[in-house]
């Protein structure tokens, strides 16, 4: 592990009234507020990740244990009474589900229809707000394929788009897995990149193990040989994230040419065309006659929207002439899904205690739904945006003031001129998380505009006395460390394009460095929907918190001072400032595209930020 210490810092500096807060030194802060922590020294923590002798990891099953802690309930015959056994899952899977996800009590309506309709062999779309279990029920629904054919042979991949997401849903397939104790075959492979593997093989040619699952990302996949006879199934969890944007339907003959998904495909366009037979000529024709009519796809995101949808089918990812299972249980949802969903729910036949199976009420449908769903809801979390001032660093809330003429005419973005991120960010940071630290036990999460390096990001807010510790996927695997109470609680740091699939329990705050980080963007990455994207990613920020068997999923009843947050922190007049005025302000944007979702923008305790350095100041003084 890497560790530095925080060096002392004397504060200076003028305090405003109202709701802007003049520039304090954090470090002192960080140091002074006895009342935070007791701690006298900063950290700034790696874990650091060595190549491994082997380029995969395998999972042995988990052993069932003894019936007296299963907690699975019984009815008076003694025969197991549970939500999930109408599901027609095997009975191991359902007993560690109530062993291992005992705050899960029962599937959410989307679940319910995506396992049915898996289990009855059709290709799924499914799409639902993230932290609503539908990484749960992909595990579910691959590991059950699994265990009906006791073959030991590879048949079913499952492609996530990070490395973080991966290692969750190895983490479900591991709490789902049983075995008898004579057992010793593994259940599924993690395969790892031949690039920190020291071998001879050729890339694309090394066979892929003799497990029933593989679970990979689709650049990792890519290097692996993929003549895979016995596959059966390819589960996509996020696959809009891997394709990245897609043309539009209309678009021209030669824009589509010049597109980023022809001229520079993702690592999934090649991985998907390998798996399913597809081959494309020199000029991009693709060839559907060697297609494998016995693969099943199933697809499962927060954001697809129709144009990724039209793409894979055009694409050949889907079998051609059967209709794909389309479901769409966000509040974006057309009146065709609605009515699709409300259908295929009312042939679910609903079971009462005494166990006869009763039809459900095709008029109460949609109001079951509605209730299922706010018994699962995932909690909203509170909208913050501060903006900096970039000649003094005072600090105030994001409004929709018009930008001042002189900072408009001024070139202004997150970073210096040395090119590193502004110094006035990182103390607001400081300042932040040491006026309102998350709970005890809690975490809070910081994000860097894309190619900020973790390593410096931790250096610098060492220097301002805040501890840190990078997420790598190993740290997630390893599992976070504890927060007792004589530590400061330390920020979490990752990288944007890691956050798909990251879930965290105890994370309460996360702070977006740099806004939506938009500036990043190419002039041909704004004109091709950059921008668009971008707001997305802001939903996707979002359904981080509050999700599926959380404690703060579906709790209404928390005190503020609990409450998770989005903490946005931006230059004033920088793009990013604008960018978040049309996130917040204006009625056309809200996120972006389909399925927008408008958000309230709450106003950060100013007062309290003017207390905390008056304080600072007296004692100083």
């Given at each position: 592990?890497?560790?530095?210490?925080?060096?002392?810092?004397?504060?200076?500096?003028?305090v405003h009234?109202g709701?802007v807060?003049?520039?304090?030194?954090?470090?002192?802060?960080?140091?002074?507020?006895s009342?935070?922590n007791?701690?006298?020294?900063?950290?700034h923590?790696?874990?650091?990740?060595?190549?491994s002798?082997?380029?995969?990891?395998?999972y042995?099953?988990v052993?069932p244990?003894?019936?007296v802690s299963?907690?699975?309930r019984?009815?008076?015959s003694?025969?197991?009474?549970?939500p999930?056994?109408?599901m027609?899952?095997?009975?191991?899977i359902?007993?560690?589900l109530?062993?291992r996800?005992?705050?899960?009590?029962?599937?959410?309506?989307?679940?319910?229809?995506?396992l049915?309709?898996?289990?009855a062999?059709?290709?799924?779309?499914?799409?639902?707000?993230?932290?609503?279990?539908?990484t749960?029920g992909?595990?579910?629904?691959?590991?059950?394929?699994?265990?009906?054919?006791?073959?030991?042979?590879a048949?079913i991949?499952?492609?996530?788009?990070?490395?973080h997401?991966a290692?969750?849903?190895?983490?479900?397939?591991?709490r789902?897995?049983?075995?008898?104790s004579s057992?010793?075959?593994?259940?599924?492979t993690?395969?790892?990149?031949?690039?920190?593997v020291?071998t001879?093989t050729?890339a694309?040619?090394l066979?892929?193990?003799?497990?029933?699952i593989?679970v990979?990302?689709?650049?990792?996949?890519?290097?692996?040989?993929l003549?895979?006879?016995?596959l059966?199934?390819?589960?996509?969890?996020e696959?809009d994230t891997?394709?990245g944007q897609?043309?539009p339907?209309?678009?021209a003959?030669?824009?589509l040419?010049?597109?980023?998904?022809n001229?520079?495909?993702?690592p999934?366009?090649?991985?998907m065309n390998?798996?399913l037979?597809?081959?494309?000529?020199?000029?991009?024709?693709?060839?559907?006659?060697?297609?494998?009519d016995?693969v099943?796809?199933?697809?499962?995101?927060?954001?697809m929207g129709?144009?990724f949808k039209r793409?894979?089918?055009?694409r050949?990812?889907?079998?051609k002439?059967?209709g794909?299972?389309?479901?769409?249980?966000?509040?974006?949802?057309?009146?065709?899904?609605?009515?699709?969903?409300?259908?295929?729910?009312s042939?679910?036949?609903a079971?009462t205690?005494?166990?006869?199976?009763k039809?459900?009420?095709?008029?109460?449908?949609?109001?079951?739904v509605?209730?299922a769903?706010?018994?699962?809801a995932?909690?909203e979390p509170e909208?913050y945006?501060l903006v900096?001032?970039?000649?003094?660093?005072?600090?105030?809330p994001l409004d929709?003031?018009?930008t001042p003429?002189?900072?408009?005419k001024r070139?202004?973005?997150?970073?210096d001129?040395?090119?590193?991120?502004?110094?006035?960010?990182?103390?607001?940071l400081?300042l932040?998380h040491?006026?309102?630290p998350p709970p005890?036990?809690?975490?809070?999460?910081?994000?860097p505009?894309?190619?900020?390096s973790?390593?410096?990001l931790?250096?610098d807010?060492?220097e301002?006395?805040?501890?840190?510790?990078?997420?790598t996927?190993e740290?997630?695997?390893?599992?976070?460390?504890?927060?007792?109470?004589?530590?400061?609680p330390?920020?979490?740091?990752?990288?944007?394009?890691?956050?798909p699939?990251?879930h965290?329990?105890e994370?309460?705050t996360?702070?977006?460095?740099?806004?939506?980080d938009?500036?990043?963007?190419?002039?041909s990455?704004?004109?091709?929907?950059?921008?668009?994207?971008?707001m997305?990613?802001?939903?996707l920020v979002?359904?981080?918190l509050?999700?599926?068997?959380?404690t703060?999923?579906g709790?209404?009843?928390?005190?503020?001072?609990?409450r998770?947050?989005?903490?946005?922190?931006?230059?004033?007049?920088?793009e990013?400032?604008?960018?978040l005025k049309?996130?917040f302000?204006?009625?056309?944007h809200?996120?972006?595209?389909?399925?927008?979702?408008?958000r309230?923008?709450k106003?950060?305790?100013?007062?309290?930020?003017?207390?905390?350095?008056e304080?600072?100041?007296?004692?100083e003084?």
């Amino acid at each position: 592990m890497l560790k530095y210490s925080c060096k002392p810092a004397r504060v200076l500096c003028r305090v405003h009234a109202g709701h802007v807060v003049s520039r304090p030194t954090a470090a002192c802060l960080m140091q002074g507020i006895s009342t935070l922590n007791s701690a006298t020294s900063s950290r700034h923590v790696r874990v650091h990740s060595y190549p491994s002798p082997t380029p995969l990891v395998q999972y042995k099953p988990v052993r069932p244990m003894s019936s007296v802690s299963t907690g699975v309930r019984q009815s008076p015959s003694g025969v197991r009474q549970s939500p999930w056994m109408n599901m027609g899952l095997s009975s191991s899977i359902v007993e560690q589900l109530e062993i291992r996800f005992p705050h899960i009590q029962q599937p959410t309506p989307a679940q319910k229809l995506f396992l049915l309709a898996v289990m009855a062999g059709r290709e799924v779309f499914l799409k639902d707000d993230m932290g609503r279990g539908k990484t749960l029920g992909l595990a579910i629904a691959a590991l059950n394929q699994a265990v009906r054919d006791p073959a030991t042979e590879a048949r079913i991949v499952i492609l996530v788009p990070t490395p973080h997401l991966a290692h969750q849903v190895c983490d479900h397939l591991t709490r789902l897995s049983s075995a008898s104790s004579s057992s010793s075959e593994s259940v599924f492979t993690l395969l790892r990149s031949l690039q920190t593997v020291t071998t001879t093989t050729k890339a694309s040619s090394l066979p892929i193990p003799d497990t029933p699952i593989i679970v990979a990302t689709p650049k990792v996949l890519a290097e692996y040989d993929l003549t895979l006879p016995h596959l059966t199934h390819i589960f996509l969890d996020e696959p809009d994230t891997m394709t990245g944007q897609v043309p539009p339907r209309y678009t021209a003959g030669k824009n589509l040419a010049h597109h980023r998904i022809n001229r520079h495909p993702p690592p999934i366009v090649d991985v998907m065309n390998r798996l399913l037979g597809i081959k494309m000529d020199h000029q991009g024709r693709l060839d559907f006659t060697g297609r494998r009519d016995d693969v099943t796809t199933i697809w499962t995101s927060a954001t697809m929207g129709r144009e990724f949808k039209r793409f894979v089918k055009t694409r050949g990812w889907v079998k051609k002439g059967k209709g794909v299972v389309d479901l769409d249980f966000t509040e974006g949802a057309t009146d065709k899904q609605v009515e699709l969903r409300e259908r295929l729910l009312s042939a679910v036949v609903a079971t009462t205690a005494s166990g006869v199976p009763k039809p459900v009420e095709g008029s109460k449908i949609e109001t079951g739904v509605v209730e299922a769903r706010n018994s699962h809801a995932q909690s909203e979390p509170e909208h913050y945006a501060l903006v900096i001032d970039p000649d003094d660093g005072a600090i105030s809330p994001l409004d929709q003031d018009p930008t001042p003429l002189a900072l408009v005419k001024r070139t202004i973005t997150s970073f210096d001129e040395s090119g590193q991120l502004s110094s006035y960010l990182l103390e607001t940071l400081a300042l932040l998380h040491a006026t309102s630290p998350p709970p005890s036990g809690a975490y809070a999460l910081a994000l860097p505009p894309e190619g900020v390096s973790l390593d410096q990001l931790g250096r610098d807010l060492s220097e301002l006395g805040v501890s840190t510790s990078i997420l790598t996927p190993e740290v997630l695997q390893l599992g976070l460390p504890p927060v007792t109470d004589e530590d400061a609680p330390p920020i979490l740091l990752a990288q944007r394009s890691s956050l798909p699939g990251l879930h965290l329990n105890e994370l309460h705050t996360i702070y977006l460095l740099s806004g939506l980080d938009c500036a990043g963007l190419s002039p041909s990455q704004k004109k091709s929907g950059g921008v668009v994207e971008r707001m997305k990613f802001y939903n996707l920020v979002v359904g981080r918190l509050g999700r599926l068997g959380t404690t703060q999923s579906g709790d209404d009843d928390l005190d503020l001072a609990a409450r998770q947050k989005v903490v946005s922190v931006v230059m004033r007049g920088s793009e990013e400032e604008k960018r978040l005025k049309d996130l917040f302000f204006e009625e056309s944007h809200h996120g972006g595209g389909e399925g927008a979702v408008k958000r309230e923008l709450k106003f950060w305790n100013m007062d309290n930020l003017n207390e905390m350095v008056e304080n600072e100041v007296l004692a100083e003084h």
